[in-house]
Each structure stands twice: as structure tokens, then as C-alpha cells.
């Protein structure tokens, strides 16, 4: 009896320590939250393939630090690069489109300037203009320079090399 008491407690204690998660939103979504209430955009372009998009998911977006501030901070979007679902943006349907033995999704391809990388992570300001394009696997200590650097509006007026040379970390 107390071997099952514990196991509940323990079970219990899991649960309630449970890890926050990005709270991510399809591009239409965030665009229509941005209306009401602008933020900006981080943009995750990944495919289902790609090694390193599923290390950036297991390490990166469950560290606790980089969870909370792009929850706070950002509309968080998770694109497909390879994506099958149209996509409408400015009067205009973004498609999936076949080449090759895979294909791409022609919003993925805008927003990467054509250059087919992933993991990128796109940036855009609260009127839907393009900040930065990152693209590679992004550890937690570059994510959080990185989404510090935009979310506290430094690219304005400070260069990036001089931001992360005075960079004091919270991780």
C-alpha cells in the first residue's frame, strides 16, 4: 500500500512540474491574433526529415527560460517547408508545389528567399515585415540572444555583435 501511495505522490509531483509548452499557432491564426493584439512572429520552418528540426523541438523549445519568453513575446508559427495545406496571406494562396522528389511550400520558399534551409527561423516585426531570416539548428544560449535581441526592439538601435558582446544571460 505505501509502494502505491508513493507511486501516486511521485506521479502526482510529475504532472504539476509538467514542462510548459510553446504555444504554437498556424500562420492564419497568428496573423489574426496579430490584429488584435500585434507581437511579433517567430516562424519555425522545419520538415518531417530534418534531423536537426527535431533536435531544435526536443532541446530548444523545451528549455523552460525560451518556452515562457517566446510565449510571452511571440506568436510562435511551426510551417512545413513541405507543407500540403494551402495557406492564404494578402489576397494570395500559397500552394505546395512538386519538384523534385519531395516539393516545397511556396509560402516557406518566400520567406526564405528561395534558399530551402531547415530549421530557419524567421523573424517578423508586429507589422508582418521581415526582421531575420536564422537559418540551422539554434541552441538554447543563441535562441535566447536571438529572441532577446527582437523582443526587447535592440535591432533598432543596436548592432548584433556589439548586443551579444554585452549579453548577460538568464539561462
Request: charged share 25%.
Amino acid at each position: 500500500m505505501k509502494n502505491i501511495v508513493t507511486i501516486l505522490l511521485l506521479f502526482l509531483a510529475l504532472q504539476l512540474t509538467a514542462q510548459e509548452k510553446v504555444n504554437w499557432v498556424s500562420f492564419e491564426e497568428a496573423i489574426k491574433l496579430n490584429k488584435n493584439n500585434p507581437r511579433l512572429m517567430l516562424i519555425d520552418v522545419y520538415t518531417d526529415w530534418c534531423g536537426w528540426c527535431k533536435k531544435m523541438d526536443k532541446t530548444t523549445y523545451e528549455n523552460d527560460f525560451i518556452v515562457n519568453y517566446i510565449n510571452k513575446n511571440f506568436y510562435a508559427v511551426k510551417l512545413d517547408g513541405e507543407g500540403k495545406n494551402d495557406i492564404v496571406y494578402n489576397d494570395y494562396t500559397f500552394k505546395f508545389k512538386s519538384q523534385g522528389r519531395r516539393g516545397y511550400h511556396e509560402l516557406a520558399a518566400s520567406l526564405l528567399n528561395g534558399k530551402l534551409s531547415y530549421p530557419t527561423t524567421v523573424f517578423l516585426n508586429d507589422k508582418m515585415q521581415l526582421l531575420d531570416r536564422v537559418p540551422g539548428y539554434l541552441d538554447t544560449k543563441l535562441m535566447e540572444q536571438i529572441v532577446t535581441y527582437f523582443a526587447t526592439k535592440k535591432y533598432q538601435t543596436v548592432k548584433w555583435d556589439d548586443y551579444i558582446k554585452n549579453f548577460k544571460s538568464n539561462l
